[in-house]
């Protein structure tokens, strides 16, 4: 695993305990922070207030001779070092990445590890956005059923799945587009075409349906086939498309 060749966007804070560095993702700004320096603050600190006690107890200038030495309360900087922000850095770099295309340093969050680009620049993008969409659905049916909402939920997701399968969609990076579109928006690719289910009777389009909407007619469809070598259905094929098995 490659480390990234340099620091990504980062500020420094402290919450009185010392200072240290909150690095920010390049593509979500989700933050990362290191660890503050806590043994050596409460070290200076303390080597501050003996030397400063000391100093004060000699004659006329003394006082002002500690304010010279004491210097600034490490408690409450807000600037690091090289050699610290180095060592912050350090801490935390194990989960950022540096994607070759675009160059951000990114959390890996927006990684794609099994590509090694960002998911924005990844081969798998559409593979990604699916994956993401997934889970949004798992976590909005999760919050649904919780607030006795997830047979209205069930609803809209057939609803929109019933939508999806009469849609034509890029085999390349997934866009859907109406039916009838002949070249994705998006690439240019040929779009692959929805599966028509026509009446035998009247042609409508029957979407599924055991009885055609328009004129009644029981629809007798043949049962899916599957593979015998692998499994996959076959759609009524000859030969497997997924193995090329011949079928009977």
Same mark, same amino acid.
């Given at each position: 695993?490659?480390?990234?060749?340099?620091?990504?966007?980062?500020?420094?804070?402290?919450?009185?305990?010392?200072?240290?560095?909150?690095?920010?993702?390049?593509?979500?700004?989700?933050?990362?922070?290191?660890?503050?320096?806590?043994?050596?603050?409460?070290?200076?600190?303390?080597?501050?207030?003996?030397?400063?006690?000391?100093?004060?107890?000699?004659?006329?200038?003394?006082?002002?001779?500690?304010?010279?030495?004491?210097?600034?309360?490490?408690?409450?900087?807000?600037?690091?070092?090289?050699?610290?922000?180095?060592?912050?850095?350090?801490?935390?770099?194990?989960?950022?990445?540096?994607?070759?295309?675009?160059?951000?340093?990114?959390?890996?969050?927006?990684?794609?590890?099994?590509?090694?680009?960002?998911?924005?620049?990844?081969?798998?993008?559409?593979?990604?956005?699916?994956?993401?969409?997934?889970?949004?659905?798992?976590?909005?049916?999760?919050?649904?059923?919780?607030?006795?909402?997830?047979? !209205?939920?069930?609803? $809209?997701?057939? #609803?929109?799945?019933?939508?999806?399968?009469?849609?034509?969609? %890029? +085999?390349?990076? *997934? /866009?859907?587009?109406?039916?009838?579109?002949?070249?994705?928006?998006?690439?240019?690719?040929?779009?692959?075409?929805?599966?028509?289910?026509?009446?035998?009777?009247?042609?409508?389009?029957?979407?599924?349906?055991?009885?055609?909407?328009?004129?009644?007619?029981?629809?007798?469809? !043949?049962?899916?086939? $599957?593979?015998? #070598?692998?499994?996959?259905?076959?759609?009524?094929?000859?030969? %497997? +498309?997924?193995? *090329? /098995?011949?079928?009977?």
């Amino acid at each position: 695993m490659a480390e990234p060749s340099r620091m990504p966007n980062y500020d420094v804070r402290n919450d009185g305990i010392g200072p240290y560095a909150v690095f920010y993702c390049e593509t979500c700004n989700r933050e990362h922070r290191s660890q503050p320096d806590v043994p050596s603050t409460i070290a200076k600190d303390l080597g501050r207030q003996t030397m400063g006690g000391l100093l004060r107890k000699v004659p006329l200038v003394g006082g002002a001779v500690a304010d010279n030495v004491v210097g600034e309360d490490p408690r409450y900087t807000y600037s690091l070092t090289p050699q610290q922000l180095e060592k912050a850095w350090d801490q935390v770099k194990s989960r950022f990445r540096e994607c070759p295309t675009c160059l951000r340093i990114v959390c890996l969050s927006d990684f794609d590890e099994q590509s090694g680009y960002c998911n924005e620049d990844s081969p798998r993008r559409s593979e990604i956005a699916e994956a993401q969409a997934e889970q949004a659905g798992a976590i909005l049916k999760g919050f649904a059923g919780a607030l006795g909402f997830g047979d !209205a939920v069930k609803r $809209v997701s057939d #609803a929109t799945m019933q939508a999806a399968a009469n849609m034509a969609h %890029c +085999p390349k990076d *997934g /866009t859907v587009a109406p039916a009838g579109t002949k070249f994705c928006p998006e690439c240019g690719s040929p779009m692959v075409q929805p599966a028509v289910d026509a009446c035998p009777n009247c042609g409508k389009e029957t979407h599924g349906a055991k009885f055609c909407p328009e004129c009644g007619t029981k629809i007798e469809r !043949a049962p899916v086939g $599957v593979c015998p #070598a692998c499994g996959v259905e076959t759609k009524g094929a000859k030969f %497997c +498309p997924e193995c *090329g /098995t011949k079928l009977a």
